[in-house]
């Protein structure tokens, strides 16, 4: 069993939540719900696994809150 860390955002104008996970090109979904988008990721993972290993262009370190006055 692997784990992708997926960043999920909600698109303002749709209102559905949009996943990818962070240097792997592809590695993108949409659904309406959060349980939808977790299925349909797994769905773009397994799928991108069948051609091999993935090459990460970047490496996912966190988020940061960014304050201004």
């Known amino acids: ?3 992708f860390t997926v ?4 698109d303002a104008t ?9 240097g792997w090109p592809g590695a993108h ?3 309406e719900t ?3 988008l977790r299925a349909n990721m797994s769905e773009v993972v397994a799928m991108l696994l ?3 290993e993935p090459s990460f262009e ?5 988020t940061q809150t960014v ?3």
Not at 14 to 22: A, K, R
Not at 58 to 62: D, L, T, V
């Open 58 to 62: 970047s490496e996912f370190i966190g």
């Open 50 to 52: 069948e051609d091999g």
């Open 67 to 69: 304050v201004t006055t």
């Open 1 to 3: 069993m692997r784990n």
């Open 14 to 22: 749709t209102g559905l939540y949009v996943g990818s996970i962070p």
């Open 7 to 10: 960043v999920v955002e909600r």
């Open 34 to 36: 959060l349980d939808e």
């Open 29 to 31: 979904s949409q659904g």
